[in-house]
């Protein structure tokens, strides 16, 4: 593994792997009484939000507690961010203050980048997603819920070689299609991009994957259909006429869902938009994974911490500790 987790291109097939494994012991913990491990206890972890997010900085402090770090949250809004200081001088101030890792959102491409390669601050730096650039441990727990539902529960030390996924919608702007088109690569799967021309990216045509424009003819042959947000907040003209006309050529409803091959799947980042980009009956069905996204989510971000942060160790001990008389009544 490298110091700092910036972007899903950045992983071997190994690292990746070793993830998903960790990722796996990690998800234990959710089974126990108390979901806590004393790994990261004494290292302190600041969660540095540039740009608004809830699910993401609630997902990542989960993790950080359920390692036992001490958590910093950081939002620029209110902070001296908004008097002016710059990305530098805040992260000296952290620097002086002693993390141990820092967690990065920002609006701008490339600022994670600049964080851990500048020598302001001698952490190691994870990207919670930059600009329409990337955002790594987003398409970690996808990869995972994808080998856990495709795979299975067993898949220890295995990849995705040979899955077909198809990821559909607002690509331009997505630093999730990005960031899963690389990782899935990386993990031997076959990755389609279905998206409006307006909404595909110029340059493209280089990625690892091949690009569609019609959601109908993929349908068949997908063992996963991954459908994006349509980000309007960096729209700056009209990438499609109405809101139906996308909906009617791009979401994913009940009649298109009875396309997919039985065993498939449908995921989404969140938030959804129902009625535009999934109807109701596809995201409350047994073959939607959103909500186990979420769950994954946490144990892949224990995952990355716990291994940025050099575990050498088991970061799961299998044998159970005998109950004393104190944990029995807590």
């Not at 990722?23 to 806590?36: F, G, H, S, V």
């Not at 070689?161 to 702007?173: E, F, N, P, Q, S």
């Amino acid at each position: 593994m490298k110091r700092h987790l910036i972007s899903a291109a950045d992983l071997t097939r190994d690292d990746a792997v070793l993830i998903l494994d960790t990722a796996e012991e990690m998800a234990r913990i959710a089974d126990r009484p108390i979901k806590k491990l004393p790994t990261l206890r004494g290292r302190t972890i600041c969660n540095l939000f540039f740009e608004d997010s809830t699910r993401t900085r609630i997902s990542f402090e989960a993790a950080e507690k359920r390692l036992s770090a001490d958590v910093i949250n950081f939002a620029a809004k209110g902070s001296s961010v908004s008097k002016g200081e710059s990305l530098k001088d805040t992260a000296q101030t952290l620097e002086a203050m002693g993390v141990d890792a820092v967690v990065i959102r920002h609006g701008a491409s490339g600022a994670p980048y600049r964080l851990a390669t500048s020598g302001w601050i001698d952490a190691p730096v994870i990207n919670a997603g930059d600009g329409t650039h990337q955002h790594p441990t987003q398409a970690l727990l996808d990869a995972f819920t994808m080998r856990r539902r495709l795979v299975g529960k067993d898949a220890l030390g295995q990849d995705l070689a040979g899955k077909r996924i198809t990821i559909v919608g607002d690509v331009l702007h997505s630093r999730v299609a990005r960031s899963n088109v690389d990782l899935l690569h990386t993990l031997g799967a076959e990755v389609t991009l279905v998206a409006p021309p307006t909404l595909v990216p110029v340059g493209v045509e280089t990625w690892p994957c091949e690009i569609s424009y019609g959601l109908d003819e993929v349908l068949a042959k997908s063992d996963a259909v991954m459908m994006l947000r349509v980000q309007r907040e960096r729209m700056n003209a009209a990438f499609f006429p109405t809101e139906r006309e996308y909906s009617r050529r791009y979401g994913l409803d009940g009649q298109r869902m009875a396309r997919m091959p039985e065993h498939a799947i449908v995921m989404h980042p969140g938030p959804m938009v129902r009625g535009m980009e999934i109807t109701a009956e596809v995201a409350d069905s047994d073959r939607c994974t959103v909500i186990e996204q979420v769950a994954n989510g946490v144990s892949i971000r224990m995952a990355v911490l716990y291994l940025l942060l050099g575990g050498s160790e088991p970061a799961v001990t299998t044998t159970s500790t005998p109950r004393t008389e104190e944990t029995k009544q807590s």
